[in-house]
């Protein structure tokens, strides 16, 4: 896997099969600053149509800003931002999501009182076209907008086996299956890049190592790009043909994950730290 | 296990319209027959206009998760504007008159909505409450200084008294009708993702300020339609009728009920608005009662009488046909929720 990988100077990694084409993501000297604190700087990334990306780093590093910077929950203070070579300035993030970037969160926000089903037709929103009157008055085209979305939203959950628990309320599912709905609600949107933030959180090895094998199943599905921020080590060496390794709002090293195991700053930035725990 | 039937949706439309018509019909019977005098008539229509407002406030409240407190004051744009359109058509044929003067009065409440929504509700935090106040005590003042169109303090007399039984139950059930149609469409899960969480909202795509005003502005709607139908009950307005304690009578009625429950409000409406009128001894005490259910409610349900649950007649008989009607009932309310 990682022979594919085609370092393109300092900017990162593209693979070599998507390099007629514009990067789906790419960052210039993104940053952004909470007052005094500068806490991303001169954040490059490019990431290629179907490549899965890990963004990598101690706690506080600012990985979860990097997320909030490319959806524009946070506005940048430098830099800027394309989307399919698309300049991402000035855009709400509901635009954002329309024009092909949806993510998770860190810390799980699902619609809690909304079953299972309806969380991820909020993500289908846009799929369906008819209009207020045609819902009120219950025409033609609100039934068959409804069909088509629920069917869609049953096969979504059928990435995870999730069907059953299609009309419970999401907020009573396990930890686990909250944060995979959280990825198929994200799915729903029909993405080009998805950011995850730490999947993997909270499960244990056998679920990690599941997940694992279904993200990697969803790029090659729906081929898209994939985001990952990540403290399993094992998951992020496993599935992201290129990695950034972020301490204290800089880019500290990027490249494959061989590269990046044999990094002295990375051993002694984050996986050191972590052996000596 | 024996099979489920399944209600076809048809089917279930037409058990509702059914159920509308006999309640409709035998009301107005009931209504005319004399079997009831002048003052239960009286607390009758006005359950029906208070249901409407807190079917129409737990738009806001429940399903958006917003607190406006400023209800009254889009009850009193309906309300005036309603009775000013009804005076000026005296001459157009009635149902003409009737129908276009809810229309207007709810259109009016509406734009008053979106004037009010856009700044309000595009701020971050709590300023909808104090906007909402605000706005609730400028349309009252504003009623009674422009006393050479809205008769000022002295009230606005003479407004044709169109609201009958049928006219005020109609549009109760048509209020119930709409609210649940855009609720259960994708315009009204994305009012309900606002609730749970607007960043995640925001991420799949859902434009805040859009739906928070348009959820807002429908909310406005229906409480001027709500203002139309008790101006032409009263057939005199005063602007202390729709002072601050208006708002919270409706708010009350909404939080006890259940916020998200339309079948909550509906009960909770009812109930305020019959129990006082009809203990008259202990209308002084009205304050006293909504606070001591206020607290007794909040400390026993937290969530309001119904929570989120609503009932549904089609659903009912859908359980009587299978035979399971008390069986399995929590695991069904579960999922229909
Ligand atoms: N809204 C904010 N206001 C002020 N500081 C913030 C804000 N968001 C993040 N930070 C700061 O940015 C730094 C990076 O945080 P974060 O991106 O959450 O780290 P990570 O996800 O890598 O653990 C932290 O020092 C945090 O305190
Ligand atoms: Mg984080």
Redesign the interface.
Known sequence: MSEQLHALGPKGFVPERDLDKTPVLETHHLGIDFGGLTAVNEFEITIGRTEITGLIGPNGAGKTTVFNLLTNVYKPTRGNILLDGVSTAGKSTAQLCRMGIARTFQNIRLFKDMSVIDNILVGLHHEMDYTLPEAILRLPRFWRGEQIARKRAMELLGIFHMEDTADTPAGSLPYGAQRRLEILRALATNPSILLLDEPAAGMNPSETAELMENIRRIRDTFQIAVLLIEHDMSLVMGICEGIAVLNFGQIIAKGTPEQIRNDPAVIEAYLGKQQEV | MKKRIQLSTPSK?LINAILVAVLLVGGTMLYNSGLLNRASKAVLIQCGIYSILAVSLNICTGYLGQLPLGHAGFMAVGAYVGALFWKATVSWPAGLTIVFGLIVAGLAAAVFGIIIGIPALRLKGDYLAIITLGFGEIIRIAIINLDGITGGTPGLLNVPKHSSFLLTFACLAAAIF?TH??IH??????I??I???E??????????TYYKVFAFALSAFLAGVAGAVYAGFQGSLFPKSFDFMASINILVMVVLGGM?SMTGSVIAATVLTALPSLMQALSSYRMVIYSLLLIVVMIFKPSGLMG?KDISVSRFIQRLLCGELFKSRKKED????
Do not use: M, Q
Not at chain 2, 185 to 190: E, F, K, L, N
Not at chain 2, 199 to 208: D, F, P, Q, T, V
């Open positions: 439309y709409i149609n855009v469409s994708r315009h009204g899960r994305a309900l993702s609730r749970g969480n960043i995640a909202a925001e991420s799949c795509g859902i434009n805040l998200g989120t579960k999922a229909h929720e």
